[in-house]
């Protein structure tokens, strides 16, 4: 009892699914886990030096990555893919190229494909970039939660935990401050809670937020 677990890792099977569909001998098992980590890292990248958003969104909600023998299916949800798609029609084909080449693929093709969300706020890692974005310019925490609160109830959840830790509002001694607004049922498996853990880099540094959104029971 009271020993903290992953929300996701916990319903697997039940109400949450692999972000990362692929089979693996054992031996090469950590590979394939690297090479992961890689494509979703070189998305964040592009997506962060390509969009000078001024809400400091990206709008990743998150990245599925399905691997075949030849092929290597790339879908990204986002909350606001205007942003990549806007501006340069050729965006998507550069953001493969740049994929291609950091794990430079020679045998296997590579296909990203985006998929819109239609209530962006209802997803954790959105709204854990939004309050970062408020974290950084200075804005009081507490403030910048309520603010996601109420986006998230436009979404339609039945509720919402919001932590974080660290030095908040730039004081001396770190500490640990969360609000929850309606249910969020941690211990029941039947209830589809969505999870995100987020670092955020301010002048004082390092917060960490850590946001539960129970999205509906099966």
């Not at 070189?42 to 962060?48: A, G, L, M």
């Not at 990245?63 to 909350?79: A, N």
């Not at 706020?121 to 408020?134: D, R, T």
């Not at 339609?156 to 401050?177: L, S």
Request: hydrophobic share 40%; net charge positive; glycine share 8%.
């Amino acid at each position: 009892m009271g020993q903290k677990i992953n929300p996701l890792g916990f319903r697997l099977g039940t109400t949450q699914g692999h972000h990362s569909l692929w089979f693996a001998q054992p031996k090469n098992y950590s590979k394939g886990l690297q090479e992961d980590q890689k494509i979703r890292d070189c998305i964040k990248n592009y997506v962060q030096k390509n969009m000078r958003i001024s809400s400091g969104v990206e709008g990743i909600a998150r990245i599925e990555i399905q691997k075949k023998i030849d092929l290597i299916q790339v879908i990204i949800y986002m909350g606001f893919p205007k942003l990549l798609v806007e501006g340069k029609p050729r965006r998507i084909e550069e953001l493969q190229m740049n994929v291609q080449k950091e794990l430079n693929y020679v045998n296997r093709k590579l296909n990203i494909a985006i998929t819109r969300i239609t209530k962006p706020y209802g997803h954790p890692n959105i709204l854990a970039e939004f309050i970062a974005g408020q974290l950084r310019n200075r804005v009081s925490f507490r403030k910048a939660i309520k603010k996601a609160i109420e986006l998230t109830e436009q979404a339609d959840t039945k509720g919402i935990q919001v932590q974080i830790a660290g030095r908040i509002d730039g004081k001396e001694i770190a500490r640990v401050e969360w609000i929850r607004e309606g249910r969020v049922p941690l211990q029941t498996i039947r209830a589809k809670i969505d999870y995100c853990c987020y670092r955020v880099r301010t002048i004082y540094g390092v917060l960490g937020i850590k946001i539960w959104i129970f999205v509906d029971e099966e």
